[in-house]
Nanobody, 118 residues
């Protein structure tokens, strides 16, 4: 059984920063790639970033250069550093992980709210 627990969301002014964390509870060997998605009000959920177990990462174009993803396998935790936040970054941010068995994003966290507002 695997659970993903996000933390670090909150209210921040435009231009500000936040660091989101995603902790893996349970069998960490059951997951492979970890990723972040977000869902803004009245919009579809969209992919933001991913990082593999070996450290390869990729970012969505609109956040490239402002956000960064990292992972500490010893702590079974992934991070999303959000810099230069804009109002349009306001969303619920979800952590997800692929199953080592299926290769699909079978594991999802409960989400953490990020609100960018002055």
């Amino acid at each position: 059984q695997v659970q993903l627990v996000e933390s670090g969301g909150g209210l921040v002014q435009p231009g500000g920063s936040l660091r989101l964390s995603c902790a893996v509870r349970g069998d960490a060997n059951a997951i492979n790639t970890m990723a972040w998605y977000r869902q803004a009000p009245r919009k579809e959920r969209e992919w933001v970033a991913l990082i593999t177990r070996s450290g390869y990462s990729n970012m969505e174009d609109s956040v490239e250069g402002r956000f960064s993803i990292s992972r500490d396998n010893a702590k079974n935790t992934a991070y999303l550093q959000l810099n230069g936040l804009r109002r349009k970054d306001t969303a619920v941010y979800y952590c997800a992980a692929t199953s080592s068995r299926t290769g699909l994003y079978d594991y999802w966290g409960q989400g953490t709210q990020v609100t960018v507002s002055s």
